[in-house]
C-alpha cells in the first residue's frame, strides 16, 4: 500500500546527495514505505540532481522524428552551405534510426511514414548513398509501395519542388497577400496557431518566388504508379476552399505586383521582427528552416546578420557524438520547473542551493515583452514564460502554470521578488483563458477552424483550442497558489468536468494521450475542491485500473490519436506510469493498482537511477509529430514516488 512520508522538516544538510539521503532515506521519514521503492527514489533523484547545469537549469534531450535531421541537409543544400563532414555525420544518424522494411518513422515503434521516409532517402543521397544498395533499394520499395512521390504530404512537395523534383504548380497556393489582411478577417495569419503561423508567413514567401536549385541527380526512381491527383474535398467549406485555390493559383501567374511587393514586404518584416536572441524562430525547428529560405530569397546574404544568427543557432541546437542530429527544439524551461516540482515533492529541502539556483533561472526567464498573443489580448499586461531558452514573442500557459508552481515551492530569500513574478505570471495566465473557460497554449480563443480545411494544411495540427491538459495545468496551479474561488479557476473546473471523455478520462494535447490528460486533469480537480468522490473523479480512477498492464505499469502507443484501439494500450513506460500515479495518488487510492505500478517502477530502474524510456511520450502534432522527451523518464518517476511514498 502507498504509504505517506512523515511531515518532520529535514535536518540542514550540506550537499546533494547528504541532502537526498537525509531527507528520502532516514528510516523515520520513511515510515511504512518499503526500503524498495525508497532506495528507487533516493537514486533517481541523485541522478536528477546530477544533471543540474551549474547555471541552474535542467535540459534533456528532445528526440524527434529524421525529418529534423534531412530537412537541415536541405536547408543548407539550397543556401550553398552543406559540408561532406556534417552531412556524413547526419547520414549515420538517419540510417541508424531506418527501420527492418526500408521505411522511417514519426515515433519508435510505429509503422513507416512515407513522408518521412521520403525525405530521409533524398537526405541520403546527397551522402552520396547508391539508390543501388540494401538500405536504399529497401526504402524506395517502401515508397513505391505506399505510392510514390505522388502521395507525400504538402510540405514534402515543397522541400521537393525547391530542388526541381517536383512541380510548383501542384503545391497549394499560399499568397503573400495574406499578410495584408486584418485580424477580424477569416483566413488572416493570426487564425493560425503560432507555431504554424510563423511557418505559413515565411512559406507564402517561398511559395511566390517558387525557386528551382537542382540536384545533382533525379528521383524519377520514386514515382509511383498512379498519377497525382489534386487534394479532394468534402463538404461546402472544403469545396469552396479548393474553388479559392484554384482562383489564387491564377492569381499567382499574374499577381498584382504594387499588392504582391507590399505583401512581400511586410512578410520579410514580419519575419525579420520576430527573430529570437538565439538565431531562432519561436525556438522550433519548421520556422526557422522556412525563415531563412524565404528571407534568402529576399536578398539577405549569409553574411547578415539575420542569417548569420539563424545559422549559429541551428548550431547550438545540435548533438554530434559521431552521428549527428538535430533537436527540433529545447525545453529548458519546463525541463526546469519539473524538475524542482519532483525534487521538492520528493522531500528535497525546498531552500537547498540548488533549487534555489534553478528559481533565480525560472524568475530570470520571465516574458516582459507584448507577443503575438496580444493580438487576442491588447489590453493584458505581459508575465507569463515560455518553453525555450530564448523565445520572447511565444510565451505559453502552460509553462508559465508550471513554473508558478516550482517558484512557489521553493524557499527563496528574495521573497517579494517571487511574489512580484508569480503576480504578473498568474495574471497574465488569467488573462490567457478562453471564452468558454479552457486555456490553449500559446493563444487565446485561437479556435477558427476553417483554416484546418485548406489544401495547404495536410499536415499537423494549425490551431491552438483548449486542451484538457493545459486547462488543468492551469486550474491546478490556480487553486494551489490560492485562487481556487477565482472566477477564472471555476470555469476552468466547469470546462474539465465538461469535456471529459465517455469512458472517464481525459484527452491528452500535449503528452501521449488519454493516460497524459487524465493524469493532469485529476490532480487539477482535487486540488480545487472536487472531492475524491466526485463521479468524475471515480470515473477517471475505474477507466486507469481498468487500463494498467499486467506487468503493472502503464502505457499509451500514439497511435491512439488515430485509432481508438490503441487507446490507454502499449508497452508500459516510466513516464506513463507516472502520470497514472499521480491521478490515483490525487484520488485518494492505497490500492493494490497503485502497489504494482510502485514496484514495476522500482523493478524497471537502472542503475544509474534513472529509466529506460524508447517510446515517445510527448506530443507535438497528434497523428503527425511526436517527441521523446529524455527528462520524462526520470522527473516524472521522481514526482509520482514522492508524492506516493510522502
Known amino acids: 500500500m502507498c504509504a505517506r512520508l512523515a511531515n518532520e522538516q529535514a535536518p540542514p544538510l550540506t550537499g546533494k546527495a547528504q541532502a537526498v539521503q537525509a531527507t528520502i532515506s532516514t528510516t523515520t521519514r520513511l515510515a511504512r514505505a518499503s526500503a524498495g521503492p525508497a532506495e528507487a527514489l533516493e537514486r533517481a533523484c541523485e541522478r536528477l540532481l546530477s544533471l543540474q547545469h551549474p547555471d541552474g537549469w535542467w535540459k534533456g534531450e528532445l528526440q524527434t522524428n529524421v525529418t529534423i535531421d534531412a530537412e537541415d ?312 514564460w515560455a518553453f525555450e531558452f530564448e523565445n520572447v514573442n511565444y510565451p505559453d500557459v502552460d509553462d508559465t502554470a508550471e513554473v508558478a508552481l516550482a517558484l512557489a515551492a521553493v524557499d527563496h530569500p528574495d521573497v517579494r521578488r517571487v511574489e512580484i513574478a508569480l503576480e504578473r505570471g498568474l495574471r497574465w495566465m488569467c488573462g490567457m483563458q478562453s471564452r468558454d473557460g479552457g486555456w490553449g497554449a500559446f493563444d487565446a480563443d485561437n479556435c477558427r477552424g476553417l483554416v484546418r480545411d485548406l489544401p495547404f494544411c495536410d499536415f499537423g495540427e494549425v490551431i491552438d483550442p483548449p486542451s484538457a491538459d493545459v486547462t488543468a495545468h492551469a486550474v491546478e496551479t490556480l487553486s494551489l497558489l490560492g485562487r481556487r474561488e477565482q472566477r477564472a479557476t471555476r470555469r476552468g473546473v466547469e470546462w474539465l468536468l465538461t469535456h471529459q471523455e465517455k469512458d472517464g478520462s481525459w484527452f491528452g494535447r500535449w503528452g501521449v494521450n488519454h493516460i497524459y490528460g487524465t493524469g493532469a486533469v485529476v490532480p487539477a480537480l482535487v486540488g480545487a475542491g472536487i472531492g475524491a468522490h466526485h463521479l468524475s473523479v471515480r470515473r477517471a480512477v475505474r477507466w486507469l485500473e481498468d487500463h494498467q498492464n499486467a506487468d503493472g505499469g502503464w502505457g499509451e502507443d500514439a497511435r491512439s490519436y488515430e485509432d481508438a484501439a490503441w487507446i490507454g494500450r502499449g508497452p508500459s513506460t516510466a513516464s506513463q506510469t507516472a502520470w497514472a500515479l499521480l491521478a490515483l495518488d490525487a484520488a485518494g487510492e492505497r490500492s493494490a493498482a497503485v502497489d504494482r505500478a510502485i514496484e514495476w517502477l522500482t523493478s524497471t530502474q537502472l542503475p544509474d537511477g534513472g529509466w529506460d524510456e524508447p517510446q515517445y511520450t510527448g506530443t507535438g502534432f497528434p497523428g503527425d509529430f511526436y517527441i521523446n522527451y529524455h527528462l520524462y523518464r526520470l522527473v516524472f518517476p521522481v514526482m509520482a514516488l514522492g508524492r506516493c511514498l510522502r
Not at 97 to 116: C, I, K, M, P
Not at 199 to 214: K, M, Q
Not at 297 to 311: A, D, Q, T, W
Open 73 to 384: 541537409l536541405l536547408l543548407r543544400e539550397f543556401l550553398g552551405i552543406r559540408d561532406e563532414g556534417s552531412t556524413n555525420r547526419a547520414a549515420a544518424w538517419i540510417r541508424s534510426e531506418q527501420n527492418l522494411d526500408g521505411s522511417w518513422s514519426v515515433f519508435a515503434g510505429a509503422e513507416g511514414d512515407l513522408s518521412t521516409t521520403i525525405e530521409a532517402y533524398v537526405a541520403l543521397r546527397l551522402a552520396g548513398d547508391d539508390p543501388g544498395v540494401s538500405h536504399m533499394s529497401r526504402a524506395r520499395t517502401f515508397i513505391l509501395g505506399a505510392g510514390g512521390l505522388q502521395r507525400a504530404r504538402v510540405f514534402t512537395h515543397i522541400w521537393l519542388a525547391l530542388f526541381g523534383a517536383w512541380p510548383w504548380e501542384r503545391v497549394p497556393v499560399l499568397p503573400p497577400e495574406m499578410m495584408l489582411l486584418p485580424p477580424s478577417v477569416p483566413l488572416n495569419v493570426y487564425d493560425f496557431a503560432c507555431w504554424a503561423r510563423q511557418t505559413i508567413v515565411a512559406l507564402s514567401v517561398v511559395l511566390a518566388y517558387r525557386p528551382r536549385r537542382p540536384l545533382p541527380f533525379t528521383l524519377d526512381e520514386l514515382h509511383g504508379p498512379e498519377p497525382w491527383s489534386p487534394p479532394a474535398a468534402s463538404g461546402l467549406t472544403g469545396h469552396a476552399l479548393l474553388a479559392l485555390d484554384r482562383a489564387l493559383a491564377l492569381y499567382q501567374r499574374r499577381p498584382v505586383r504594387a499588392v504582391r511587393d507590399v505583401a512581400l514586404a511586410r512578410a520579410e518584416q514580419w519575419i525579420v521582427e520576430r527573430q529570437e536572441a538565439d538565431g531562432s524562430w519561436g525556438g522550433i525547428q519548421p520556422p526557422w528552416v522556412y525563415s531563412m529560405i524565404a528571407l534568402h530569397l529576399r536578398g539577405y546574404p549569409l553574411e547578415h546578420p539575420v542569417m548569420r544568427r539563424g545559422l549559429e543557432g541551428l548550431d547550438k541546437f545540435t548533438i554530434d557524438d559521431g552521428r549527428r542530429r538535430l533537436e527540433a527544439c529545447q525545453s529548458p524551461v519546463w525541463d526546469t520547473a519539473l524538475a524542482v516540482l519532483a525534487l521538492t515533492q520528493a522531500g528535497h529541502p525546498a531552500n537547498d542551493p540548488a533549487l534555489v539556483r534553478a528559481a533565480d533561472w525560472l524568475l530570470d526567464q520571465q516574458v516582459l515583452a507584448r507577443g503575438d498573443w496580444a493580438v487576442r489580448r491588447p489590453k493584458l499586461a505581459p508575465g507569463g
